[in-house]
């Protein structure tokens, strides 16, 4: 069977930089194995430079390339500016931000701190803000920029425990709207991803422990849960000169679950 990222040519990103925040677990390690794999430099961030050196390791052996790693928290704009200057050093440029780093957790709102909401703001919202804020200045001399923000379809409708990841990624919608249109003019496209629930990742052993997960996989209509290669290949598809006249858009992959009722198939 063919995997979701075979229809791309080898080398089909040769010659571009990407710097990929959260690039050290799930998703938004998928995404950088792709780029790497069709010839991207790609740099991976992450909270943690063990973790992170691990990731980095394990990728250059997948994909042949060498990974640049650098630890810092998306939520000190300090921090994921020397990121940035890091891989443009590294790397001589910045053409990708894939601002994907997040943090979750099932809360009732009742229950939730306020620090445990602004925690979350802070990591998804503010460090997707801040990132490509930082990114900015390297991405306008790349003329053929994109920012690439991964969101969820969660506030699409009211989604039960999830007051402060739905908001978080709400405003990851507006920011990728927002700079679509600010920063078009300076040959920087800003797209999303809204992924539904992806198998074998943090998000989904957090959101759907246990017997959830089952009975969360039979309310999507596809009947199961993403593969992270399907959003990789989507990842892919938004950086390439297929999608050069696409911005401001947020691509939902999720097998139909968001247009499905109920959207969760969550009790609580
Ligand atoms: C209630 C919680 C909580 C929980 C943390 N908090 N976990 N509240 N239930 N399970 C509260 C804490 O009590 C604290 O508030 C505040 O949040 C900060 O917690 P810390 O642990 O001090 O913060 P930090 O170390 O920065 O941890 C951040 C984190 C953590 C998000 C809270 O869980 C984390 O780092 N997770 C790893 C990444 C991750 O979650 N990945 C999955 C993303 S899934 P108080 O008031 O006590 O000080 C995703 C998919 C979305 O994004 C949609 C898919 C469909």
């Avoid at 053929?144 to 923000?149: K, V, Y």
Wanted: proline share 4%; aromatic share 6%.
């Amino acid at each position: 069977m063919l995997s979701p990222l075979d229809v791309f040519r080898d080398n089909a990103l040769a010659g571009h930089v990407a710097l990929v925040t959260g690039g050290g677990t799930g998703i938004c390690r998928g995404i950088a194995a792709a780029y790497a794999r069709l010839g991207a430099e790609v740099c991976i961030v992450s909270r943690k430079q063990d973790v992170l050196d691990a990731s980095a390791k394990e990728l250059s052996a997948e994909t042949g390339r060498e990974i640049l790693a650098v630890a810092a928290d998306v939520r000190n704009p300090d921090a994921i500016a020397a990121a940035i200057k890091a891989t443009v050093d590294r790397f001589g440029k910045l053409d990708t931000l894939v601002n994907g780093a997040a943090g979750n957790f099932l809360a009732p709102a009742a229950a939730l701190s306020p620090n445990g909401f602004r925690t979350v703001i802070d990591i998804d919202l503010n460090g997707t803000f801040f990132a490509a804020r930082a990114a900015f200045e390297h991405l306008q001399k790349s003329r053929d920029a994109l920012i690439l923000n991964i969101s969820a379809t969660l506030h699409y409708h009211g989604t039960p425990l999830q007051v402060h990841a739905s908001a978080a990624k709400a405003g990851i919608d507006a920011v990728t709207k927002n700079l679509a249109v600010e920063w078009g003019q300076f040959g920087i496209r800003v797209c999303g991803i809204a992924p539904g629930p992806i198998a074998e990742t943090e998000g989904m052993k957090r959101l759907a422990p246990g017997d959830m997960s089952t009975k969360m996989a039979a309310s999507i209509p596809a009947g199961r849960f993403g593969a992270i290669d399907e959003i990789a290949a989507a990842a892919v598809f938004l950086r390439s000169p297929a999608a050069a006249y696409v911005t401001g858009h947020v691509l939902v992959v999720d097998g139909g679950q968001c247009i499905a009722t109920p959207p969760l198939g969550m009790s609580f």
